[in-house]
């Protein structure tokens, strides 16, 4: 909801890499587009990595080459090259146009929301037995309450709901982007969630009672659904399922593909990054030169992170520090600019913006140590950019733009050393123990939020909003 806000408020390319920007200077804004356009450009590789993993699950004769795409949980040297295949799909279907793109994605939406719905009718009607749920909280729940927030952070489940940023990141393409920025964020982000927990209770509900008696730690399933479809001999649904679980994550990188192009392009607007990533001078408007660097640096992290669960916590960890500025420049919106037209306000924003930093900095946490490290290691390499850049326009408003970012930096430092020491349940050292380490965090962020706000002030992008907020329709 604070994204709706902000995201009707200024419908551009690549918005999500200059809302800092407008509150808080070039400096934090640089920080937050970098993390915004790693963690957009990091699901290039792993939704090839996720396709590439399907594949080598593949159980009939003709694929049997697939089987060594897979080596111990890592991707071979042949699951390499497929996964780059991939990743020259992405980049080419978006090399000629967004209208392409987009009738590429709404083929395979289809199969996205078909696929799921059947499959869990199927399997509602060859077995399902509530009683798989438990019968109380320590069947329920035999890990615990801290399981369910690692499980939140590094086992993808943040990762599945990221698309919304694809939505603002198109603005300028999207048709009365006032009413549908807001619909598209909304309306896809219920739709997940419905199907998404949808399958997972019918997902438990289906498992036989075979599997049940040994114990979730038991299950072993290379791809679930097609696995639990084969346990109760409807092998037609299993086929169905292994070719949608390679097709679906084409159609998500494919999109993102296009959304971390849009977010490298608009960049240079920032003036800290070279202008040539922003060309779009073709007949279909499409930013080639972001889409062949994103290959570049994709192939690079598919070499760095081989494997699918990996990637998706360096995902989760990325995605969410770059989503921290956005409750921030909203909070500061509407003491800086009241006036500007705002076709979706929140209400409660006062009380929405300081709850959803918290929450955002508890997902990093739960990303677990050291991953969270790591991540604030990947986006700090983009500061040497920063510096040269500015060094050469004279380090222009150098003490309100530091002091405007200071809090980000404190923030980032804080909770990695809180995720140092924090439970071992999250990979910390236990000297904090759960759950006095979350009451530790919304303490910490809620300082840090009042902080935040209050840096803000009247950068020399802030008329640059203006001017898109003025031609918003309301």
Known sequence: MVYVEIGTMFP???AMSRFTMYTHGSFLGHIASWANWLSLLAILPIEAVASTQYMSTWPWEWSKFTHGFMDNGELSSSGMMMAILLLFVFTFINYWSVAIMAKFNNLIAVFKL???ILTMLVLIMAHFDLNNLGH????FMPNG???IFVAIGSAGIIYSYVAFQTVINLGNDILKPEKNIRRGIILSLLISAVIYISLQVVFVGSL???VMSKGFGSLNFNSPFADLAILLNIYWLSTLIYFTAFISPLGSG????ASASKSLSSMPKNKHLPKILGKTDNDFGSPRVA???NLVVSIILITLFKNWSLLSRVVAASTLISLLTGPVVAGSLRKMGPDFKRPSKIRGMNILAPIVFDLISLAIYWSMFPTTVEVIVIIVVGLPIYIFYDFKRGFKEFKPKMYASLWFIVHLAGLSLISWLGSSDFGGKNLVSYPFDFVLILIFSTFIYYWAVHSSYRT????DARKINNKVKM
Request: a negative charge; zero cysteines; proline letters at 7%.
């Open 12 to 14: 551009e390319d690549g």
């Open 114 to 116: 078909v696929v799921p």
């Open 136 to 139: 109380n909280m320590q069947q």
């Open 145 to 147: 309450t801290a399981s």
């Open 208 to 210: 036989p009672q075979s």
């Open 254 to 257: 494919i999109a993102f593909s």
């Open 291 to 293: 889409l062949l660097v």
């Open 460 to 463: 020399k992008y802030f008329e």
